[in-house]
């Protein structure tokens, strides 16, 4: 996939690393810096918290965003309203969306949904294998038929979401269960994808092939560069009309 300058911001809730003794000995600098790490972008790369102003995700923020990464927990119901709304306006406007693991949960992704996007879940240091559906679609790009994670949090069908537009891969845990862990959507001119992996207390984010999983979902979600479609009245017409009052 080629690169273009692409400008990311990766959103972390930050509380884990903080409060959590294995998560902060897994991700020192936050899991949002391992994120990072495993991007491969010409633009800029910036992060945003929780408990900044604004939840660090400002209108100038935002703005100069063209994918947004989503990663959050234990606090979706402290992330504000308002920026959930401008940030889902900025998504039907054409900028990408990455929302990861329990960021199934967060406001900005139920309401691009509009269903409830529950789950099972269980933890109990399970092997998963995400297996490659649609080993032809850019996300796909350089992963083999499967990427096998030793221990993570089982995430379980059914998964209350609307049917994906596009689904990339599909996980097996070793308790038995499945889950569709690679969706993709468009809503407005913006494109979203949905990937599981992703628990703070296991060493996802530093797994070569999951870094490569999200890098490439950041290319495939970069901006089209269209204009926004009119909307509303089209009070003159493309064409004369006969018999037009």
Known sequence: MT???????????FRHEKTNAKAAEIYPQGM????????????????????????????????GTDVLIWWGHLAHHEVSDEIVERVY???????????????????????LMGTSCDLKWREADEKERIWVVNPAHPIAAGIGEYIELPAEE????????????????VSWFEGG?????????????????YFRPGHETYPTYHNP???????????WAAPAGRDYPKYGHAKTPLEPIKGAR
Not at 3 to 13: D, G, K, L, S, Y
Not at 33 to 60: C, K, M, S, W, Y
């Open 89 to 111: 306006k900025r998504v039907l406007r054409g900028m990408g969306l990455i929302v990861l693991h329990s960021g199934h949960f967060s406001k900005i992704f139920r309401k």
């Open 154 to 169: 089982m995430y379980g069908e059914h998964f209350d979401i609307p049917q994906p537009d596009e689904l990339v891969m």
């Open 32 to 63: 949002h810096a391992a994120i990072a790490e495993g991007l491969n972008v010409q633009g800029e790369v910036r992060f945003a918290t929780l408990d900044e102003p604004e939840h660090g995700l400002t209108e100038e923020v935002l703005n």
């Open 3 to 13: 690169n273009q300058a692409i400008n990311v911001t990766i959103w972390n809730e």
């Open 209 to 219: 092939q999951v870094r490569k999983v999200i890098d490439n979902a950041v290319q």
């Open 177 to 193: 269960e499945v889950f569709r862990s690679g969706c993709c959507y468009t809503r407005g001119s913006g494109k979203v994808f």
